[in-house]
T-cell receptor, first 116, second 116 residues
Framework: AQTVTQSQPEMSVQEAETVTLSCTYD???????LFWYKQPPSRQMILVIRQEAYKQQNATENRFSVNFQKAAKSFSLKISDSQLGDAAMYFC?????????????FGGGTRVLVKP | NAGVTQTPKFQVLKTGQSMTLQCAQDMNHEYMSWYRQDPGMGLRLIHYSVGAGITDQGEVPNGYNVSRSTTEDFPLRLLSAAPSQTSVYFC???????????????FGNGTRLTVT
């Protein structure tokens, strides 16, 4: 079974600065999808960014970008120009491409605090 | 569109009581699933369904039952609540993904359940 590990329970960043969240995963598969979800205090789960394992180019969505290192099984999230609204729990998630359906395996989460 | 609607938002049960968490989606999604969220453990899959009449177990199915009589609804039943089932529960849906597809999961806003 696949596992996803987020080793940083909490990260703090100054407003307008950059923070990087770590995620590693364990899989024997070569084709899969990776995701970062944001969960603000409202409890809503919001998809931030996704990466297909077969794509070498790192995904980018506005101020959010990833560093996907397939050989190292690492998928970090960089938040640039941090804003107060970025304060939330962030979850890394994995989905196998060999299975039908949409089962995600989540990491334990990283809480991001943004200091004004 | 309402998206994924979960009811209730909050619930307190006594040990041994039963209840049903409701989930409905209006996006004609074939795939529906239930997760529970516990501190430090991220979200874990309880049960899922790839279409009406079809359900299967996820990572943590014990103590929970599901059924899928319609495309829109996917209720989660606790037959005899236990304190270990205190958690936040999320329903999520998507189009059915073949291995090469990747339609995103849409989440409800969660139900916070406390079992005393």
């Amino acid at each position: 079974a696949q596992t996803v590990t987020q080793s940083q329970p909490e990260m703090s960043v100054q407003e307008a600065e950059t923070v990087t969240l770590s995620c590693t995963y364990d899989t024997s598969e070569s084709d899969y999808y990776l995701f970062w979800y944001k969960q603000p205090p409202s409890r809503q789960m919001i998809l931030v960014i996704r990466q297909e394992a077969y794509k070498q180019q790192n995904a980018t969505e506005n101020r959010f970008s990833v560093n996907f290192q397939k050989a190292a099984k690492s998928f970090s999230l960089k938040i640039s120009d941090s804003q107060l609204g970025d304060a939330a729990m962030y979850f890394c998630a994995y989905r196998s491409a060999s299975a039908a359906g949409n089962k995600l395996t989540f990491g334990g989460g990283t809480r991001v605090l943004v200091k004004p | 569109n309402a998206g994924v609607t979960q009811t209730p938002k909050f619930q307190v049960l006594k040990t041994g009581q039963s209840m049903t968490l409701q989930c409905a989606q209006d996006m004609n999604h074939e795939y529906m699933s239930w997760y529970r969220q516990d501190p430090g453990m991220g979200l874990r899959l309880i049960h899922y369904s790839v279409g009406a009449g079809i359900t299967d177990q996820g990572e943590v199915p014990n103590g929970y039952n599901v059924s899928r009589s319609t495309t829109e609804d996917f209720p989660l039943r606790l037959l005899s609540a236990a304190p270990s089932q205190t958690s936040v529960y999320f329903c999520a849906s998507s189009y059915f993904n073949s291995p090469s597809m990747n339609s995103p999961l849409h989440f409800g806003n969660g139900t916070r359940l406390t079992v005393t």
